[in-house]
Protein backbone atom coordinates (compact mmCIF):
# COMPACT_ATOMS: atom_id res chain seq x y z
CA UNK A 1 0.00 0.00 0.00
CA UNK A 2 1.04 3.79 -0.57
CA UNK A 3 0.10 6.96 1.08
CA UNK A 4 -0.38 10.11 0.87
CA UNK A 5 0.05 12.67 3.09
CA UNK A 6 -2.52 15.47 3.97
CA UNK A 7 -1.92 17.39 7.35
CA UNK A 8 -2.94 20.70 8.24
CA UNK A 9 0.47 20.47 10.19
CA UNK A 10 3.35 19.79 7.65
CA UNK A 11 5.84 19.98 10.59
CA UNK A 12 4.66 16.92 11.59
CA UNK A 13 4.68 15.35 7.94
CA UNK A 14 7.65 13.21 8.48
CA UNK A 15 6.24 11.75 12.13
CA UNK A 16 3.12 10.52 10.44
CA UNK A 17 5.44 9.13 7.63
CA UNK A 18 7.35 7.07 10.40
CA UNK A 19 3.97 5.79 11.84
CA UNK A 20 2.96 4.15 8.27
CA UNK A 21 6.01 2.58 7.81
CA UNK A 22 6.27 0.96 10.86
CA UNK A 23 2.89 -0.61 9.23
CA UNK A 24 3.58 -0.65 5.22
CA UNK A 25 7.64 -0.62 5.36
CA UNK A 26 9.88 1.79 3.49
CA UNK A 27 8.55 3.17 0.30
CA UNK A 28 5.12 3.38 1.58
CA UNK A 29 5.10 7.22 2.14
CA UNK A 30 4.45 9.02 -1.85
CA UNK A 31 4.35 12.21 -2.62
CA UNK A 32 1.99 11.89 -5.40
CA UNK A 33 -1.71 11.47 -4.47
CA UNK A 34 -2.53 9.61 -7.56
CA UNK A 35 -2.86 6.25 -6.98
CA UNK A 36 -1.92 5.79 -3.14
CA UNK A 37 -4.57 5.87 -0.52
CA UNK A 38 -4.74 9.54 1.21
CA UNK A 39 -4.35 9.92 5.17
CA UNK A 40 -5.84 13.00 6.68
CA UNK A 41 -3.93 14.39 10.03
CA UNK A 42 -6.43 17.28 11.37
CA UNK A 43 -4.99 19.26 14.31
CA UNK A 44 -7.98 22.03 15.46
CA UNK A 45 -7.86 23.65 19.33
CA UNK A 46 -11.22 24.30 21.33
CA UNK A 47 -10.74 25.99 24.15
CA UNK A 48 -7.84 24.75 25.90
CA UNK A 49 -7.76 21.69 24.56
CA UNK A 50 -5.23 19.99 21.29
CA UNK A 51 -7.80 17.76 19.38
CA UNK A 52 -6.08 14.95 16.62
CA UNK A 53 -8.22 13.31 13.97
CA UNK A 54 -6.51 11.16 11.52
CA UNK A 55 -8.92 9.73 9.23
CA UNK A 56 -8.44 7.61 5.56
CA UNK A 57 -10.82 5.52 3.74
CA UNK A 58 -9.88 2.48 2.63
CA UNK A 59 -11.95 0.08 0.10
CA UNK A 60 -14.80 2.38 0.58
CA UNK A 61 -14.90 1.60 4.31
CA UNK A 62 -13.79 5.05 6.63
CA UNK A 63 -11.22 4.39 9.42
CA UNK A 64 -11.24 7.62 11.92
CA UNK A 65 -8.97 8.24 15.19
CA UNK A 66 -9.49 11.32 17.45
CA UNK A 67 -7.94 12.34 21.02
CA UNK A 68 -7.87 15.11 22.58
CA UNK A 69 -5.28 16.57 25.34
CA UNK A 70 -5.23 19.78 27.23
CA UNK A 71 -1.30 20.40 26.88
CA UNK A 72 0.17 23.52 28.44
CA UNK A 73 1.87 26.17 26.00
CA UNK A 74 4.43 26.80 28.70
CA UNK A 75 6.99 25.01 27.10
CA UNK A 76 7.54 24.88 23.42
CA UNK A 77 9.86 22.34 23.24
CA UNK A 78 7.53 20.05 25.40
CA UNK A 79 4.58 21.32 23.52
CA UNK A 80 5.61 20.35 21.14
CA UNK A 81 6.93 16.75 21.82
CA UNK A 82 3.09 16.19 23.35
CA UNK A 83 1.38 17.66 20.13
CA UNK A 84 3.56 14.78 18.36
CA UNK A 85 2.77 12.13 20.26
CA UNK A 86 -0.77 12.62 19.63
CA UNK A 87 -0.31 12.88 16.32
CA UNK A 88 1.45 9.45 16.21
CA UNK A 89 -0.90 7.85 18.50
CA UNK A 90 -3.77 8.55 16.16
CA UNK A 91 -2.35 7.40 12.66
CA UNK A 92 -1.10 4.59 14.86
CA UNK A 93 -4.70 3.14 15.64
CA UNK A 94 -5.99 4.29 12.21
CA UNK A 95 -3.01 2.04 10.62
CA UNK A 96 -3.14 -0.65 13.34
CA UNK A 97 -7.17 -0.95 12.48
CA UNK A 98 -6.72 -0.81 8.08
CA UNK A 99 -4.02 -3.16 8.30
CA UNK A 100 -4.83 -5.54 11.30
CA UNK A 101 -1.00 -5.62 12.09
CA UNK A 102 0.26 -5.67 15.75
CA UNK A 103 3.83 -4.08 15.80
CA UNK A 104 6.07 -5.21 18.23
CA UNK A 105 7.38 -1.61 19.19
CA UNK A 106 3.67 -0.30 19.09
CA UNK A 107 3.76 3.21 18.33
CA UNK A 108 7.38 4.12 19.57
CA UNK A 109 9.88 5.17 16.81
CA UNK A 110 13.02 6.54 16.74
CA UNK A 111 13.72 6.62 20.35
CA UNK A 112 15.90 4.17 22.91
CA UNK A 113 13.36 2.33 24.19
CA UNK A 114 15.70 2.07 27.54
CA UNK A 115 15.80 5.79 27.88
CA UNK A 116 12.37 6.58 27.96
CA UNK A 117 11.75 3.23 30.55
CA UNK A 118 14.60 4.94 32.76
CA UNK A 119 12.75 8.34 32.89
CA UNK A 120 9.98 6.85 33.90
CA UNK A 121 11.36 4.97 36.91
CA UNK A 122 13.33 8.47 37.55
CA UNK A 123 10.17 10.28 37.56
CA UNK A 124 8.92 7.55 40.69
CA UNK A 125 6.95 5.32 38.58
CA UNK A 126 7.41 1.32 39.83
CA UNK A 127 8.56 -1.34 37.29
CA UNK A 128 4.75 -2.09 37.22
CA UNK A 129 3.90 1.29 36.18
CA UNK A 130 6.28 2.18 33.55
CA UNK A 131 5.06 -1.34 31.93
CA UNK A 132 1.42 -0.33 32.00
CA UNK A 133 2.76 2.99 30.30
CA UNK A 134 4.29 1.59 27.82
CA UNK A 135 1.51 -0.98 26.83
CA UNK A 136 -1.12 1.62 27.25
CA UNK A 137 0.28 4.61 25.63
CA UNK A 138 2.69 3.34 22.98
CA UNK A 139 1.21 -0.41 22.64
CA UNK A 140 4.33 -1.81 22.63
CA UNK A 141 4.48 -5.94 23.01
CA UNK A 142 4.54 -7.71 26.83
CA UNK A 143 7.72 -9.21 24.52
CA UNK A 144 9.39 -5.99 23.92
CA UNK A 145 8.70 -4.62 27.34
CA UNK A 146 10.27 -7.71 28.79
CA UNK A 147 13.58 -7.55 26.72
CA UNK A 148 13.37 -3.80 27.79
CA UNK A 149 13.72 -5.09 31.21
CA UNK A 150 16.24 -7.70 31.05
CA UNK A 151 18.54 -4.92 29.37
CA UNK A 152 18.25 -2.75 32.81
CA UNK A 153 18.30 -5.11 34.83
CA UNK A 154 21.47 -6.89 33.14
CA UNK A 155 23.26 -2.88 32.57
CA UNK A 156 22.45 -1.74 36.49
CA UNK A 157 25.75 -3.13 38.06
CA UNK A 158 27.72 -1.05 35.19
CA UNK A 159 25.50 1.88 34.81
CA UNK A 160 27.25 4.31 37.76
CA UNK A 161 30.51 5.36 36.11
CA UNK A 162 32.60 8.09 37.81
CA UNK A 163 32.69 11.64 36.58
CA UNK A 164 36.47 11.51 36.18
CA UNK A 165 36.32 8.07 33.96
CA UNK A 166 36.79 8.06 30.36
CA UNK A 167 36.08 5.97 27.80
CA UNK A 168 38.47 5.57 25.03
CA UNK A 169 36.96 5.00 21.16
CA UNK A 170 39.97 4.51 18.73
CA UNK A 171 38.63 4.15 14.90
CA UNK A 172 40.69 2.26 12.42
CA UNK A 173 38.19 3.56 9.25
CA UNK A 174 39.69 0.88 6.41
CA UNK A 175 38.05 -1.95 5.42
CA UNK A 176 38.99 -4.63 2.77
CA UNK A 177 35.74 -3.92 0.43
CA UNK A 178 32.28 -2.61 1.36
CA UNK A 179 29.56 -4.24 3.15
CA UNK A 180 26.32 -3.02 0.90
CA UNK A 181 24.69 -2.71 4.32
CA UNK A 182 27.14 -0.52 5.78
CA UNK A 183 26.79 3.30 5.78
CA UNK A 184 29.65 3.83 7.90
CA UNK A 185 32.18 6.45 6.88
CA UNK A 186 35.22 3.76 6.31
CA UNK A 187 37.46 3.46 3.14
CA UNK A 188 38.63 0.56 1.41
CA UNK A 189 41.96 0.05 1.97
CA UNK A 190 42.82 -0.51 -1.80
CA UNK A 191 46.45 -0.44 -1.82
CA UNK A 192 47.06 0.29 1.97
CA UNK A 193 48.87 3.69 1.44
CA UNK A 194 47.07 5.73 3.28
CA UNK A 195 47.28 3.56 6.67
CA UNK A 196 50.90 4.93 7.66
CA UNK A 197 49.86 8.77 7.35
CA UNK A 198 46.77 7.95 9.23
CA UNK A 199 48.44 5.67 12.08
CA UNK A 200 51.01 8.91 12.47
CA UNK A 201 48.58 11.25 12.81
CA UNK A 202 46.31 8.61 15.43
CA UNK A 203 49.47 7.58 17.00
CA UNK A 204 50.15 11.65 17.69
CA UNK A 205 45.89 11.93 18.63
CA UNK A 206 46.64 9.16 21.41
CA UNK A 207 49.62 10.17 22.93
CA UNK A 208 48.10 13.82 23.56
CA UNK A 209 45.07 12.69 24.88
CA UNK A 210 46.84 10.63 27.34
CA UNK A 211 48.32 13.41 28.25
CA UNK A 212 44.99 15.60 28.43
CA UNK A 213 43.83 12.59 30.95
CA UNK A 214 46.39 12.79 33.41
CA UNK A 215 46.71 16.85 33.23
CA UNK A 216 43.43 16.67 34.34
CA UNK A 217 43.17 13.73 37.00
CA UNK A 218 41.01 11.05 34.71
CA UNK A 219 40.92 7.37 34.91
CA UNK A 220 40.52 5.21 31.62
CA UNK A 221 37.11 3.06 31.98
CA UNK A 222 37.67 0.88 28.87
CA UNK A 223 39.28 0.39 25.52
CA UNK A 224 37.30 -0.02 21.93
CA UNK A 225 39.23 -0.44 18.81
CA UNK A 226 36.68 -0.06 16.25
CA UNK A 227 36.25 0.59 12.79
CA UNK A 228 35.92 0.41 9.68
CA UNK A 229 38.32 -2.95 10.72
CA UNK A 230 41.08 -2.67 12.65
CA UNK A 231 42.14 -6.16 11.65
CA UNK A 232 42.47 -4.34 8.17
CA UNK A 233 45.73 -2.83 9.12
CA UNK A 234 48.86 -5.34 8.45
CA UNK A 235 49.79 -7.13 12.12
CA UNK A 236 52.90 -4.77 12.25
CA UNK A 237 51.07 -1.48 12.18
CA UNK A 238 48.61 -3.72 14.40
CA UNK A 239 51.43 -4.06 17.02
CA UNK A 240 52.24 -0.05 16.47
CA UNK A 241 48.64 0.67 17.29
CA UNK A 242 48.23 -1.62 20.72
CA UNK A 243 51.85 -1.20 21.98
CA UNK A 244 51.20 3.17 21.63
CA UNK A 245 47.79 2.45 23.23
CA UNK A 246 48.86 0.42 26.02
CA UNK A 247 51.91 3.43 26.27
CA UNK A 248 49.56 6.08 26.52
CA UNK A 249 46.53 4.19 28.74
CA UNK A 250 48.00 1.71 30.77
CA UNK A 251 46.57 -1.31 31.17
CA UNK A 252 42.71 -1.57 31.64
CA UNK A 253 40.49 -4.52 32.20
CA UNK A 254 38.56 -4.23 29.61
CA UNK A 255 39.85 -3.42 26.04
CA UNK A 256 38.16 -5.11 23.32
CA UNK A 257 39.36 -4.57 19.29
CA UNK A 258 36.27 -4.94 16.75
CA UNK A 259 38.39 -7.35 14.62
CA UNK A 260 35.07 -7.92 12.41
CA UNK A 261 35.72 -9.99 9.30
CA UNK A 262 37.46 -12.81 9.08
CA UNK A 263 38.92 -12.17 5.82
CA UNK A 264 41.31 -9.89 7.54
CA UNK A 265 42.35 -12.04 10.59
CA UNK A 266 45.10 -14.24 10.88
CA UNK A 267 47.05 -15.91 13.02
CA UNK A 268 50.59 -13.15 13.18
CA UNK A 269 47.54 -10.71 13.83
CA UNK A 270 45.89 -12.81 16.62
CA UNK A 271 48.89 -13.33 18.22
CA UNK A 272 50.05 -9.96 18.15
CA UNK A 273 46.84 -8.62 20.21
CA UNK A 274 47.49 -11.42 22.76
CA UNK A 275 50.56 -10.43 23.50
CA UNK A 276 48.56 -6.88 24.86
CA UNK A 277 45.58 -7.06 27.32
CA UNK A 278 43.28 -7.26 24.76
CA UNK A 279 40.18 -9.08 26.64
CA UNK A 280 37.59 -9.26 24.03
CA UNK A 281 37.09 -9.50 20.19
CA UNK A 282 34.36 -9.44 17.78
CA UNK A 283 34.35 -11.83 14.80
CA UNK A 284 31.43 -10.85 12.70
CA UNK A 285 29.69 -13.38 10.65
CA UNK A 286 26.32 -11.29 9.88
CA UNK A 287 25.46 -14.35 8.07
CA UNK A 288 26.57 -18.03 7.62
CA UNK A 289 25.02 -18.72 4.41
CA UNK A 290 27.79 -18.45 1.35
CA UNK A 291 25.01 -17.25 -0.69
CA UNK A 292 24.46 -14.18 1.55
CA UNK A 293 28.21 -13.55 2.04
CA UNK A 294 28.65 -12.86 -1.42
CA UNK A 295 25.50 -10.98 -1.77
CA UNK A 296 26.38 -8.73 0.43
CA UNK A 297 29.99 -8.00 -0.41
CA UNK A 298 31.75 -9.77 2.22
CA UNK A 299 34.63 -11.41 0.45
CA UNK A 300 34.88 -14.56 2.70
CA UNK A 301 32.89 -17.98 3.07
CA UNK A 302 31.14 -19.71 6.05
CA UNK A 303 34.06 -21.83 6.90
CA UNK A 304 36.53 -19.13 6.99
CA UNK A 305 34.60 -17.95 9.71
CA UNK A 306 34.20 -20.88 11.45
CA UNK A 307 38.29 -21.75 11.14
CA UNK A 308 39.15 -17.94 12.11
CA UNK A 309 36.72 -18.45 15.10
CA UNK A 310 38.09 -21.61 16.55
CA UNK A 311 41.95 -20.08 15.38
CA UNK A 312 41.24 -17.62 18.07
CA UNK A 313 40.30 -20.29 20.31
CA UNK A 314 42.80 -22.14 20.21
CA UNK A 315 45.41 -19.03 20.55
CA UNK A 316 43.09 -18.74 24.16
CA UNK A 317 40.91 -15.76 23.26
CA UNK A 318 38.06 -16.38 25.55
CA UNK A 319 35.88 -13.19 25.04
CA UNK A 320 34.47 -13.31 21.38
CA UNK A 321 31.17 -11.24 20.48
CA UNK A 322 29.79 -12.23 16.69
CA UNK A 323 27.21 -10.20 14.88
CA UNK A 324 24.53 -11.44 12.89
CA UNK A 325 21.43 -9.28 10.74
CA UNK A 326 18.13 -10.31 10.47
CA UNK A 327 16.39 -9.45 6.91
CA UNK A 328 19.44 -9.73 5.22
CA UNK A 329 18.66 -9.35 1.56
CA UNK A 330 17.49 -12.95 -0.02
CA UNK A 331 17.55 -14.89 3.47
CA UNK A 332 14.74 -16.64 4.39
CA UNK A 333 13.74 -18.60 7.65
CA UNK A 334 15.73 -21.65 6.90
CA UNK A 335 18.59 -19.71 5.96
CA UNK A 336 18.79 -18.03 9.21
CA UNK A 337 17.91 -20.74 11.30
CA UNK A 338 21.37 -22.28 9.53
CA UNK A 339 23.25 -19.24 10.83
CA UNK A 340 21.59 -19.39 14.25
CA UNK A 341 22.62 -23.51 14.35
CA UNK A 342 26.54 -22.35 13.66
CA UNK A 343 26.57 -19.54 16.28
CA UNK A 344 25.04 -22.32 18.56
CA UNK A 345 27.76 -24.68 17.60
CA UNK A 346 30.85 -22.17 17.85
CA UNK A 347 29.02 -20.57 21.00
CA UNK A 348 30.71 -17.22 21.59
CA UNK A 349 30.25 -15.02 24.59
CA UNK A 350 28.40 -12.61 23.04
CA UNK A 351 26.05 -12.15 20.24
CA UNK A 352 24.53 -8.82 18.50
CA UNK A 353 21.80 -9.37 16.84
CA UNK A 354 21.26 -6.68 14.50
CA UNK A 355 17.86 -6.11 11.99
CA UNK A 356 19.02 -4.92 8.80
CA UNK A 357 18.60 -0.81 8.14
CA UNK A 358 18.57 0.74 4.76
CA UNK A 359 20.85 3.13 5.66
CA UNK A 360 20.79 6.57 3.28
CA UNK A 361 24.77 5.96 2.80
CA UNK A 362 24.75 2.08 2.09
CA UNK A 363 25.05 0.42 -1.38
CA UNK A 364 21.30 -1.04 -0.98
CA UNK A 365 19.87 2.36 -0.31
CA UNK A 366 21.63 3.66 -3.85
CA UNK A 367 20.46 0.55 -5.50
CA UNK A 368 17.00 1.01 -4.15
CA UNK A 369 16.44 -2.17 -1.92
CA UNK A 370 13.66 -1.97 0.18
CA UNK A 371 12.12 -4.47 2.36
CA UNK A 372 8.71 -4.51 3.15
CA UNK A 373 7.11 -5.72 6.38
CA UNK A 374 7.21 -8.98 6.90
CA UNK A 375 6.52 -11.23 9.94
CA UNK A 376 8.86 -13.03 9.29
CA UNK A 377 11.47 -10.20 10.40
CA UNK A 378 10.10 -10.53 13.21
CA UNK A 379 10.14 -14.43 14.08
CA UNK A 380 14.36 -14.09 12.96
CA UNK A 381 14.54 -11.43 16.23
CA UNK A 382 12.36 -13.73 18.45
CA UNK A 383 14.74 -16.98 17.16
CA UNK A 384 17.75 -14.88 17.64
CA UNK A 385 16.68 -14.17 21.02
CA UNK A 386 15.94 -17.40 22.27
CA UNK A 387 19.20 -18.91 20.70
CA UNK A 388 20.86 -15.99 22.79
CA UNK A 389 19.02 -17.27 25.91
CA UNK A 390 20.13 -20.95 24.89
CA UNK A 391 23.77 -20.06 25.14
CA UNK A 392 23.23 -18.56 28.29
CA UNK A 393 23.22 -14.91 27.44
CA UNK A 394 21.12 -12.07 28.69
CA UNK A 395 20.03 -9.19 26.46
CA UNK A 396 22.20 -6.11 27.62
CA UNK A 397 21.96 -3.40 25.70
CA UNK A 398 19.08 -2.12 22.58
CA UNK A 399 18.82 0.50 20.62
CA UNK A 400 16.56 1.17 17.39
CA UNK A 401 17.17 2.89 14.10
CA UNK A 402 15.27 4.34 11.35
CA UNK A 403 14.74 2.39 8.07
CA UNK A 404 14.96 -1.04 9.67
CA UNK A 405 13.19 -3.72 8.65
CA UNK A 406 9.80 -4.42 10.42
CA UNK A 407 10.72 -1.26 12.80
CA UNK A 408 12.81 -3.89 14.91
CA UNK A 409 15.78 -3.44 16.95
CA UNK A 410 19.18 -4.37 17.83
CA UNK A 411 20.01 -5.98 20.76
CA UNK A 412 23.49 -7.00 22.25
CA UNK A 413 23.58 -10.53 24.29
CA UNK A 414 26.34 -11.75 26.56
CA UNK A 415 26.74 -14.15 29.06
CA UNK A 416 26.86 -12.15 32.47
CA UNK A 417 30.50 -12.33 33.19
CA UNK A 418 31.73 -10.95 29.65
CA UNK A 419 29.32 -8.20 29.12
CA UNK A 420 31.41 -5.29 27.56
CA UNK A 421 30.66 -2.41 29.58
CA UNK A 422 31.77 -0.16 26.75
CA UNK A 423 28.90 -0.93 24.84
CA UNK A 424 26.44 -0.50 27.74
CA UNK A 425 28.58 3.15 28.16
CA UNK A 426 28.05 4.03 24.34
CA UNK A 427 24.02 3.05 24.03
CA UNK A 428 23.24 4.82 27.43
CA UNK A 429 25.21 7.83 26.97
CA UNK A 430 25.96 7.84 30.61
CA UNK A 431 29.65 8.31 30.78
CA UNK A 432 32.72 10.54 28.90
CA UNK A 433 34.46 8.84 25.75
CA UNK A 434 37.31 10.66 24.26
CA UNK A 435 36.95 9.30 20.73
CA UNK A 436 40.08 9.22 18.77
CA UNK A 437 40.60 8.91 14.79
CA UNK A 438 38.75 9.83 12.04
CA UNK A 439 34.96 10.36 12.48
CA UNK A 440 35.07 10.02 16.65
CA UNK A 441 32.79 12.33 18.66
CA UNK A 442 34.31 12.40 22.14
CA UNK A 443 31.39 13.22 24.73
CA UNK A 444 31.70 15.18 27.82
CA UNK A 445 28.11 13.82 30.19
CA UNK A 446 27.09 16.54 32.79
CA UNK A 447 25.35 15.87 35.86
CA UNK A 448 22.58 13.44 37.04
CA UNK A 449 20.22 14.61 33.83
CA UNK A 450 22.78 13.56 31.56
CA UNK A 451 23.28 16.79 29.42
CA UNK A 452 26.52 15.99 26.75
CA UNK A 453 28.37 18.07 25.33
CA UNK A 454 30.62 16.85 22.00
CA UNK A 455 33.64 17.21 20.26
CA UNK A 456 33.45 15.74 17.04
CA UNK A 457 36.41 14.83 15.08
CA UNK A 458 36.53 15.16 10.63
CA UNK A 459 35.22 12.05 9.68
CA UNK A 460 37.27 12.32 6.40
CA UNK A 461 40.37 10.49 6.55
CA UNK A 462 42.97 13.22 4.48
CA UNK A 463 41.40 16.12 6.54
CA UNK A 464 41.57 14.37 9.81
CA UNK A 465 45.62 13.68 9.04
CA UNK A 466 46.11 17.59 8.03
CA UNK A 467 44.03 18.70 10.58
CA UNK A 468 45.12 16.28 13.66
CA UNK A 469 46.23 19.08 16.16
CA UNK A 470 42.57 21.12 15.71
CA UNK A 471 41.09 17.47 17.09
CA UNK A 472 43.56 17.53 19.79
CA UNK A 473 42.65 21.08 20.95
CA UNK A 474 38.48 20.97 20.26
CA UNK A 475 39.02 17.35 23.30
CA UNK A 476 41.43 20.16 25.42
CA UNK A 477 38.39 22.59 24.87
CA UNK A 478 35.90 19.96 26.26
CA UNK A 479 38.03 18.69 29.07
CA UNK A 480 38.47 22.42 30.11
CA UNK A 481 34.87 22.94 29.80
CA UNK A 482 34.40 20.36 32.12
CA UNK A 483 36.60 21.91 34.69
CA UNK A 484 34.98 25.33 34.73
CA UNK A 485 31.97 23.86 34.72
CA UNK A 486 32.83 21.64 38.02
CA UNK A 487 34.67 24.78 39.43
S1 LIG B 1 33.43 -4.60 7.49
FE1 LIG B 1 32.07 -3.50 8.87
S2 LIG B 1 32.68 -1.35 8.71
FE2 LIG B 1 33.58 -2.42 6.97
S3 LIG B 1 32.15 -2.13 5.29
FE3 LIG B 1 31.62 -4.08 6.28
S4 LIG B 1 30.11 -3.58 7.86
FE4 LIG B 1 31.07 -1.67 7.20
Redesign the pocket.
Known amino acids: MRFFIETNLPDFWNDIGDVIRIFFGEGAVVSDSSGATVLTHVHCQEEDEQVETVSLSYEGKPYSWSLRETIPNTDAVEFKRRIKRLIKRCAYHVLKEVSGYMPPWGSLTGIRPTRLYYQQLSQGLTEPEADRMFADEFDVSDSRIELIKEVIHSQSPYLAAEDSEYDIYIGIPF ?5 S ?4 S ?1 GTIGNGKRVEPYLNALMHEIEESAKLLAENQKRVRTIYIG ?3 PT ?1 ISASQLERLLSGTLHAFGNVTEWTVEA ?2 PDTIDREKLAVMRDYPVSRISI ?1 P ?1 SMNDETLIRI ?2 NHSAEEIRTTYELARSLGFDNINMDIIVGLPGENLEMFLNTLSCIREMRPESLTVHTLAIKHASKLHEAQYVHDRDVMYLKMADLGHACAHELGMKAYYLYRQKYMASNLENVGYAVPEKICIYNIDNMEETTNVLALGAGGISKRIFGANLRIERAPNVSDIDTYIARVDEMIERKRALIATQRAKEG
Open positions: CKTRCFCSFSGGTSGRNQGR
